[in-house]
């Protein structure tokens, strides 16, 4: 079972201005860049959170997933992190899972910020994606979504296992609710039995928000695996074992006592 190395940046964002979003972290990676498997970059990671997505949001195929294809290929590891996309008439706030060989897959942010406004201008997701890199099943999830755990849960069946053995938080998390950020990744944790990545910015948005980021990798038992100092602009890289979270999975197997449930969609 093969061990999984991360890359994932907790960075300042350049208001609105995704040009020069994607050359700092261009800079970044190539200053960074170990030969991991996997690069997470924070939400919305070429404007920050803008009220209006109107003005900056671009098609699939546009130019930010044409740097995206760029540097997967280059680096030879798999890319992902969100920005505001458009579709016809629609708005998403969209994570891409980006292959070194070209393949797309997309998640739109399911749970929009109705308090901040979101709501009025970004379309919600509908459905779950599960992506596969080196035998691990991961999901990856926006922001707010952390906050809903039946969007959250992990399953599992005796003939396939578990859905996932990690899931991944991209945010643009203000710092006054960083407490229940960390609270909230221990929680998904524990209560699915896997690891789980948030990945929030730093700095000040344009409209006067802080974000200290506290962003950590959390193993399936609430330990925090690596963590980056709060505040400060950071590139980590991480290791997390599957062989360890198989031991503790069938030590101590909770899954088989999960309630079945239908989630329905609106």
């Known amino acids: ?9 907790q960075s300042d964002l350049v208001w609105e201005k995704p ?9 970044k990676i190539r200053k960074n860049f170990k030969g991991e498997d996997l690069i997470v970059l924070p939400e919305t990671f070429t404007t920050g959170f803008p009220v209006d997505p109107a003005p900056f949001a671009v098609e699939k195929n546009g130019f930010v997933t044409d740097w995206m294809k760029q540097t997967a290929a280059k680096t030879g590891a798999v890319i992902t992190g969100s920005f505001l996309l458009k579709e016809e008439d629609k708005y998403f706030n969209s994570l891409l899972w980006v292959t070194p060989e070209g393949n797309v897959e997309r998640y739109d942010k399911r749970h929009v ?7 009025k201008k970004i379309t919600k997701g509908n459905k779950l994606i599960t992506v596969n890199l080196k035998g691990w099943r991961i999901r990856p999830f926006i922001c707010y979504d952390l906050r809903f755990p039946v969007w959250c849960k992990n399953r599992y069946s005796d003939d396939k296992g578990f859905e996932y053995d990690l899931a991944i938080f991209v945010a643009n ?7 229940p950020w960390e609270m909230l990744l ?4 524990m209560e699915n039995q896997s ?5 929030n910015r730093v700095g000040h948005d344009g409209i006067g928000n802080y974000y200290s980021g506290n962003s950590m990798m959390i193993d399936a038992k609430g330990n925090i695996v690596s963590q980056a100092e709060p505040g400060n602009e950071v590139a980590i890289s991480t290791e997390i074992s599957m062989e360890e979270l198989t031991a503790f999975r069938k030590k101590f197997n909770v899954g088989r006592d999960w309630d079945n449930f239908t989630l329905i969609i609106d």
């Open 1 to 9: 079972m093969q061990n999984l190395t991360i890359l994932f940046f």
């Open 19 to 27: 040009h020069d979003n994607i050359e700092n972290f261009n800079k």
């Open 113 to 119: 910020f109705s308090m901040g406004g979101e709501d």
């Open 173 to 179: 998390w203000p710092s006054q609710r960083s407490y």
């Open 186 to 189: 221990k929680a998904r944790a």
């Open 195 to 199: 690891f789980v990545l948030g990945v």
